[in-house]
């Protein structure tokens, strides 16, 4: 079945990194993404990576795909306490029309 | 000004009673969702529309309806409310140049009592 599973909660120190961890399980992936929520907000899509693509990096974040695994990563450089929110990991697979499953999202707390 | 909007964004109400929660995108996107989130669960899609003509279940259909009365504007109603439907929902819209990327509305907060 299709399942994207990631903890629940990661809290570090202010300029420390964050690595948010998820797995997936259907190997038809074709966008893989991480959402930020913020609180009282809705998701906003914070990065992606093409199934095709091992790694990817944009300012302080880096994406990490490793299909053999079905594993994804996100990692934040000099985590502040502005990066204080709700991690989704979310896969698109082609189903006939695309579908988008998340997961249940982990709470990164970062403590000054 | 947002690109995906919700009405209300609380909303109170008891048991038994109808209820509609409205979304509008000014995106442009053929494509509209609606999910429920509540804590531990992450989101579960409820409904799901790919155009004006085409209305498909999620996951969680059960007790929930929807219309999509025109490409901009999809509303997703309660029939007879229970306290399980107490949740956060959220409206979302994906098509054109982002593929699959989604854009969320602000979500509204429903409290059933």
């Not at chain 1, 190997?27 to 609180?39: A, N, V």
């Not at chain 1, 992606?48 to 990096?57: A, W």
Request: net charge neutral; aromatic share 12%; proline share 2%.
């Amino acid at each position: 079945g299709e399942d994207v599973e990631q903890s629940l909660f990661l809290s570090v120190r202010e300029g420390d990194s964050s690595v948010i961890n998820c797995t997936y399980t259907d190997s038809s992936s074709t966008y893989l993404y991480w959402y930020k929520q913020e609180p009282g907000a809705g998701l906003q899509l914070l990065t992606y990576i093409f199934s095709n693509m091992d790694m990817k990096q944009d300012q302080r974040l880096t994406v990490l795909l490793n299909k053999k695994d079905k594993h994804l990563s996100l990692r934040i450089a000099d985590t502040q306490t502005g990066d204080s929110a709700i991690y989704f990991c979310a896969e698109s697979i082609n189903t006939g029309g695309f579908k988008t499953i998340f997961g249940a999202g982990t709470r990164l707390f970062v403590k000054a | 000004d947002a690109d995906v909007t919700q009405t209300p964004r609380n909303r109170i109400t008891k048991t038994g009673k109808r209820i509609m929660l409205e979304c509008s995108q000014t995106k442009g996107h053929d494509r509209m969702y609606w999910y429920r989130q509540d804590p531990g669960l992450g989101l579960r899609l409820i409904y799901y529309s790919f155009d004006v003509k085409d209305i498909n279940k999620g996951e969680i259909s059960d007790g929930y309806s929807v219309s999509r009365q025109a490409q901009a504007k999809f509303s997703l109603s309660l029939e007879s409310a229970i306290p399980n439907q107490t949740a956060l929902y959220f409206c979302a819209t994906s098509g054109g140049t982002s593929g699959e990327t989604q854009y969320f509305g602000p979500g509204t907060r429903l409290l059933v009592l």
